[in-house]
C-alpha cells in the first residue's frame, strides 16, 4: 500500500509532522537512517522559546509555544516538560533599555513578560553574580527532553497507524518516490524534514550545519530554577553573513527535571566534525562563570555537541519545494528546532492539505532561498 | 595506636585511623551489635533506594557524598581529613564554598596514566631511559588495586621491589590526580587531570602517553544487587585494604575467576566469617585451567596459601549468588547451581565479581582502536595513535605479570629508549613473559567463561544503571546502548556508563557509547582551563 505521505526524518520536526499528519487521517510512513530523535534532537536543550529576531520568528516561536502549552497535560512524565520560565539577563545598565524594549514588545503582541530589577534577580536566582543590572522573564517558556518528546509524538501517530522503519538510509527524493539504499518507495507526497541532512537529499536547500557545545552536570536540585539566557544572545545566534562568522559563545543554563544543569551555548561552522573543540568549551563555560561563578564548582559529567540545521536568514523552510513535484519540506530550524516543531507540524499539514493556517507561512516557504553551491555539503562524518 | 582523625558526618563526631579512606571510616557507622562495622547507607539513588560502597576504587560513583558543602565527592577516593564535613542523603548545596581551582602546569616527555603495576614498570623505564616522566595516579599513592596495602603497613613484596624503584627513576609522582580529559595539541599531547594540589588543574604536555588505567570489576545485575553490603569482589578487598574494619561480618564471596580466593582470604584474615565461596565455572573446567597451570608452579602455590586463608569454608563450583535479599540492608543471598538448586544463606556482606573488564575510556577517547573491550596495540605496545601506548589491563586482562612486563616495554620504548623492541638487552626477555603470561590468561578466560544462565538472573524491575535507575525492562526493546541511553537514561549518570555499560554488553552483546569527554566528572571550572587558547576578549561582561 503507497502510504499518502513518506516523512524522511524522526526527529523532533519529523515525529511531529507524522504526528499532525496521522491527526488529518492521513497514512504516513517515517524513515529514519538511526532511530527516532537520536540526531541533532538528541543534542537539543529543549528550550521552548519565543524569540524575537524577526516578525516572523516571533510569530512562529509564539504560535508553537502555545501548542506545546496546550499539549502539556498529554506529556508522559518521560518528557519532562516543565514551565521553567525564561530570564533574558541584562549584564550592565547599558542593556536596559534593550530589554525595556524587549519586554514591551512582547507585551504588545501577547506574550507575557516582565521586567525584573537587580534586587529582584538575585532573589530569584540567588547563584547569578551580583551586580547584574536586571533581567526580562517570560512566565511562559518551557522546557522539554527532546528526545522523549520525539519519540512520543512518533508513539502517537503509530497508534493512529503510521508506520516507522528505522536505520532505513534515503539516499535520494525524487518526484512521488523515495529512493533508499536498497529501494525505491513509492510516495505521493514526500516531507524532507531531515534536519541538517536535509540538502543531501534535496540540493538546494540553504542549510548549513551549525555546531554547537553542551555540558552537563550532575545533580544540584535547587541550584537555579529558570532558563537562564544573556541579553546578548541574539546577537551572537543570529545575524548577517552567517557562513564566515567565527565562532561565538553565549551564556545560557537550563535547570533539567532532574536537577542537572545544562551549560551552553557555542556556535561554529565546522562541517559535520564531531569532537568537541576544547577551546570554544572552556569560552563557552568562562562565560557562563561570569555570569554565574558558583557554576564552577559543580560537577560536570558529559560534553556533546550537536549539528543545528542553519539557514541564512535564521528562518525554517517550511512548505512545498518549487523544484520537485509532490515534495515538502521541513527543515531548517536551527536552534529552535524543538520550540518550533508543532507550529512546523502545522503549517507542513496544512501545505498538504491545501488549506489556510493560523500564522502567515509566507516567511518559511523554502522557494525564498536556494543555495546551489555544491560545495556547502559534505558528507555528514561521525556524529555525536 | 595508630593517629586518628576527627570529623563529622552528618553531625556526628567520628573517629578514624589516619589514612584510611573516607567511604572505610563510614562503614564503621554500619556497626551491629558484636560488629566493628556493617554495610553504611551513604546515600539514596535518584528513585530513593538506599545506596552503599561497591566498587570501592573510584569506578561506580555509588558512595558519593558531600564534603565541606561540595556534593557527588566519591568517599572511596578521599582520605579522611581532620575536621571535615561529610553529609551522606540530600545533596546540600553551599555557593560559598565553590571557588575556582588553580592551575598548574607540567611540560615532560613521558606521562604514564595510572600507578598500577603497569604504570609503575612504565614510569621506571621511561625515566631510567632518560625521559622526563611523570606518573599520575587517582590514588592516594601510586601501587593501584593489585599493590595496595592498607595505611602504616608494608607493600606486600613484589610491591616493595618496584616502589623503590620508582622512588629512585627521577619520575616525577602525582597521587591523586584523575585523568578527566586528553587531546592532541600540534605534535604533542595535552592530559588534563584533577586534584593536583589545593583542587586544582593539572596541564600536562607530553610527547609521549602510556595509558595503563587498568580494569575494572564486571558487574552483572542481579535481583538486589544495589542492596547495600552488596560490593564487588575486589571492592570488598579494597574497602578492607583501605582500612574497614570487618570484624563480626558474615561474608558470601561469588562470582568467578582467580579473584575470588585471595578475596575470601582477606576477608577471613579482615575478622569476617566466610560463610561460602561459589564459583560460577563448572569444576571440570577449572580443574583443567588448574592442570594448565604445571608450567607455573608459584600460580599454584599462591592459590594453594590462598585457600589455606580460608580453610573450613566450602568452595563450590558451578554456583552463583542468583539474588540479594534484604530491607535496605543486605541479609541474605540466594545461591544457585547448575543442577537447579537454590538455597538460602544468611549475611551482611556479599563480596561479588564476575571477572574484570578493561578500563578503555581514555584510550578510546585518544581516539586508540578497542578490538573486542581492549585496547589493539603491536609488539612495542604503541596503540594505532602514534605516540600512545597501553599496558596491561586496558590490552586485555591478563593480570599483574602481563601488566609489569608491558609497562617495561612501553615505558622503555616511549622513553625513546628502543626504537624496536629486538633492541632492547631485555627485549626478549619481556615480549617471552608477555606472551607467556597473556598466554594463560586465554586458558583462563576459556575456564572461567560465564554461563548464559548469568544473563537470565535480572528480572525486568532489576536495576542495570544504578545512577540512573534504569530498570531491565526498560532497555530490552532498545537497538543499542546509544538508544537504551535516549529512551531510559541507562549509562547517562556520573559512572558515564562504566558499570552497566559491560553489564548490557554481556546481556545484549552491545557496544558502549560514545566516550564522552570529560571521561571523569570534573569541576566546571576545571573544564573552563584551556591553556592554549585563551580568548581574552570573550571573558568577563560587558
Redo the contacts between chains.
Keep these: 500500500m503507497v502510504p499518502d505521505v513518506v516523512v524522511v526524518g524522526a526527529g523532533i520536526v519529523g515525529a511531529a509532522c507524522a504526528d499532525a499528519l496521522s491527526a488529518e487521517g492521513l497514512s504516513v510512513l517515517v524513515l529514519e537512517s538511526r532511530?527516532c530523535?537520536?540526531g541533532t534532537t538528541?543534542a537539543a536543550m529543549g528550550h521552548v522559546v519565543v524569540m524575537d529576531d524577526s516578525p516572523a520568528q516571533f510569530a512562529l516561536t509564539a504560535y508553537s509555544r502555545r501548542l506545546w502549552e496546550d499539549l502539556a497535560p498529554e506529556l508522559p512524565a518521560s518528557c519532562e516538560d516543565r514551565r521553567t520560565g525564561t530570564l533574558w539577563i541584562a549584564?550592565?545598565a547599558?542593556e536596559l533599555a534593550p530589554l525595556r524594549a524587549k519586554g514591551e514588545a512582547h507585551r504588545a503582541q501577547g506574550v507575557f513578560a516582565e521586567e525584573l530589577s537587580e534586587g529582584d534577580l538575585a532573589r530569584e536566582e540567588?547563584?547569578l553574580r551580583r551586580g547584574l543590572a536586571g533581567a526580562l522573564r517570560v512566565p511562559e517558556d518551557r522546557v522539554v527532553y527532546p528526545?522523549?518528546a520525539a519519540?512520543w509524538f512518533l508513539e502517537r501517530a503509530e497508534r493512529r497507524g503510521a508506520r516507522r522503519r528505522?536505520?532505513v538510509e534515503v539516499v535520494a527524493i525524487g518526484p512521488g518516490s523515495v529512493r533508499t539504499r536498497t529501494e525505491e518507495i513509492p510516495a505521493g507526497t514526500v516531507v524532507n524534514a531531515a534536519g541538517a541532512a536535509a540538502p543531501l537529499l534535496t540540493p538546494g536547500l540553504a542549510i548549513l550545519p551549525r555546531k554547537g557545545h553542551l555540558?552537563i552536570?550532575?545533580?544540584?536540585?535547587?541550584?537555579c530554577r529558570h532558563q537562564l539566557v544573556e541579553l546578548g544572545y541574539l546577537a551572537s545566534a543570529h545575524g548577517a553573513g552567517i557562513e564566515r562568522r567565527s565562532a561565538s559563545?553565549a551564556f545560557n543554563l537550563q535547570p533539567r527535571a532532574?536537577?542537572q544543569m545544562l551549560?551552553g551555548s557555542s556556535r561554529e561552522f565546522a562541517g559535520f566534525d564531531g569532537s568537541?573543540n576544547?577551546?570554544i568549551?572552556?569560552?563557552m563555560?568562562?562565560?557562563?562563570?561570569?555570569?554565574m561563578?558558583?557554576?564552577?564548582?559543580?560537577?560536570?559529567?558529559?560534553?556533546?555537541v550537536g549539528f543545528r540545521p542553519a539557514t541564512p536568514d535564521n528562518l525554517p523552510l517550511v512548505g512545498r519545494w518549487p523544484r520537485t513535484r509532490g515534495l515538502f519540506v521541513a527543515a531548517g530550524h536551527e536552534g529552535l528546532g524543538v520550540t518550533t516543531a508543532l507550529g512546523t507540524a502545522r503549517l507542513a499539514a496544512d501545505a498538504i492539505l491545501g488549506r489556510e493556517s493560523a500564522i502567515d507561512p509566507a516567511p518559511y516557504a523554502p522557494g525564498r532561498l536556494f543555495d546551489d553551491e555544491e560545495s556547502h555539503h559534505e558528507e555528514p562524518g561521525a556524529r555525536? | 595506636m595508630p593517629e586518628t582523625v576527627a570529623f563529622t558526618c552528618d553531625g556526628r563526631a567520628i573517629q578514624a585511623p589516619a589514612g584510611v579512606t573516607l567511604a572505610a571510616a563510614l562503614e564503621a557507622l554500619g556497626a551491629r551489635e558484636g560488629s566493628a562495622g556493617g554495610c553504611a547507607v551513604l546515600r539514596r539513588s535518584v528513585t530513593g533506594e538506599p545506596r552503599g560502597v561497591l566498587c570501592a576504587m573510584g569506578i561506580c560513583f555509588e558512595c558519593r557524598v558531600t564534603i565541606d558543602g561540595r556534593a557527588h565527592r566519591r568517599a572511596c577516593m578521599e582520605i579522611v581529613r581532620a575536621g571535615m564535613d561529610v553529609r551522606t542523603g540530600e545533596v546540600e548545596f553551599a555557593a560559598s564554598s565553590l571557588e575556582s581551582p588553580g592551575e598548574e602546569r607540567i611540560d615532560c616527555d613521558v606521562a604514564v596514566v595510572g600507578g598500577g603495576p603497569a604504570g609503575v614498570a612504565a614510569a621506571c623505564r621511561a625515566a631510567e631511559a632518560g625521559a622526563r616522566t611523570v606518573l599520575l595516579d587517582e590514588g592516594a599513592a601510586p601501587g593501584g588495586q593489585i599493590y595496595r596495602h592498607l595505611p602504616g603497613h608494608e607493600a606486600p613484596p613484589a610491591a616493595r621491589a618496584w616502589l623503590a624503584r620508582l622512588a629512585q627513576s627521577g619520575a616525577e609522582i602525582r597521587a591523586g590526580a584523575s585523568v578527566f580529559d586528553a587531546e592532541r595539541t600540534g605534535a604533542s599531547w595535552r592530559l588534563l587531570a584533577l586534584g593536583a594540589g589545593a583542587g586544582g588543574v593539572l596541564a600536562v604536555s607530553t610527547r609521549a602517553i602510556v595509558l595503563a588505567t587498568g580494569s575494572r570489576e564486571l558487574f552483572l545485575p542481579f535481583p538486589g544487587w544495589t542492596l547495600p553490603g552488596v560490593y564487588g569482589a575486589g571492592g570488598a578487598q579494597a574497602l578492607w585494604k583501605s582500612g574497614a574494619p570487618l570484624t563480626g561480618r558474615t561474608a558470601v564471596v561469588g562470582g568467578s575467576g582467580p579473584l575470588l580466593l585471595p578475596v575470601a582470604a582477606s576477608l577471613a584474615k579482615a575478622g569476617a566469617r566466610v560463610a561460602a565461596v561459589v564459583e560460577q565455572a563448572a569444576f571440570p573446567a577449572l580443574a583443567a585451567f588448574v592442570l594448565s597451570l604445571g608450567r607455573s608452579p608459584s600460580r599454584i602455590r599462591e592459590a594453594v596459601r590462598y585457600r589455606r586463608g580460608f580453610a573450613g569454608t566450602p568452595y563450590r563450583t558451578g554456583t552463583w549468588i542468583a539474588e540479594a535479599r534484604g530491607i535496605g540492608r543486605l541479609e541474605g543471598v540466594v545461591l544457585a547451581d547448575a543442577r537447579g538448586g537454590r538455597r538460602e544463606l544468611a549475611c551482611d556482606l556479599a563480596a561479588v565479581g564476575w571477572g574484570l573488564t578493561p578500563n578503555t575510556e581514555l584510550a578510546r577517547l585518544l581516539g586508540c582502536a578497542v578490538e573486542s573491550g581492549a585496547v589493539a596495540v603491536d609488539g612495542r605496545q604503541e596503540t594505532g595513535v602514534p605516540g600512545v601506548f597501553c599496558a596491561g589491563e586496558p590490552c586485555g586482562v591478563a593480570g599483574v605479570e602481563a601488566a609489569v612486563a608491558e609497562g617495561q616495554i612501553a615505558g622503555a620504548a616511549a622513553g625513546g629508549r628502543i626504537a624496536r623492541l629486538e633492541d632492547a638487552w631485555d627485549g626478549r626477555l619481556l615480549t617471552r613473559a608477555r606472551d607467556r603470561a597473556r598466554a594463560v590468561a586465554v586458558r583462563m578466560h576459556r575456564s572461567f567463561r560465564l554461563r548464559p544462565e548469568l544473563a537470565r538472573l535480572a528480572r525486568e524491575d532489576t536495576l542495570v544503571c544504578r545512577c540512573e535507575d534504569v530498570p531491565l525492562g526498560a532497555v530490552r526493546a532498545c537497538s543499542g546502548s546509544r538508544e537504551a541511553k535516549l529512551a531510559s537514561r541507562a549509562g547517562m549518570g556520573p559512572c558515564q556508563g562504566r558499570v552497566c555499560g559491560p553489564a548490557l554488553a554481556f546481556l545484549f552483546g552491545w557496544d558502549s557509547d560514545t566516550v564522552r569527554t570529560p571521561v571523569l566528572p570534573a569541576a566546571l571550572g576545571a573544564l573552563g582551563f584551556a591553556p592554549a587558547e585563551r580568548a581574552p576578549e570573550e571573558e568577563g561582561l560587558g
Excluded: H, K, M, Q
Design positions: 532511530f530523535g537520536g538528541a549584564a550592565d547599558s540567588p547563584n528526545p522523549a519519540r528505522e536505520g555540558v552536570t550532575d545533580r544540584y536540585p535547587g541550584f559563545v532532574t536537577g551549560l568537541v576544547r577551546g568549551r572552556a569560552r563555560i568562562r562565560r557562563g562563570l561570569a555570569f561563578p558558583a557554576l564552577a564548582g559543580l560537577s560536570a559529567i558529559r560534553t556533546w555525536a
